[in-house]
């Protein structure tokens, strides 16, 4: 399985990016997804999830109204909206395959990573 994210770039305060990521393999379906993120000098948090269907998803809190998890089956893709985005939003995000079709909010739950795709917003 790969995953490779994209769609991160410079955004001033207040503005919106989508990221995407496209996984390899014929079983995305069967798994949920989820976005982290990483900050310099701060470890990996959680973002948000969408479980295999698309039925359930569940944010950070301190992203929440603001960011939108989506998935398309059909074309491998999970999708992250983010809108109103702020300097503390700053950081690679990382998209990740859960080990279960279970929406899941801990990294310890996910078993493939992509490269990460750098997201700057200034103020």
């Known amino acids: 399985v790969q995953l490779q994210a994209s769609g991160g770039g410079l955004v001033q305060a207040g503005g919106s990016l989508r990221l995407s990521c496209a996984a390899s393999?014929?079983?995305?379906?069967?798994?949920?997804m989820g976005w982290f993120r990483q900050a310099p000098g701060k470890e990996r948090e959680f973002v948000a999830t969408?479980?295999?269907?698309?039925?359930?998803?569940f944010f950070a809190d301190s992203v929440k109204g603001r960011f939108t998890i989506s998935r398309d089956n059909a074309k491998n893709t999970v999708t992250l909206q983010m809108n109103s985005l702020k300097p503390e939003d700053t950081a690679v995000y990382f998209c990740?395959?859960?080990?279960?079709?279970?929406?899941?909010?801990?990294?310890?739950?996910?078993?493939?990573w992509g490269q990460g795709t750098q997201v700057t917003v200034s103020s």
């Open positions: 990740a395959r859960a080990v279960s079709s279970y929406a899941n909010t801990q990294a310890t739950e996910y078993d493939y």
């Open positions: 393999g014929r079983t995305f379906s069967s798994y949920a």
């Open positions: 969408i479980n295999r269907s698309g039925s359930t998803t």
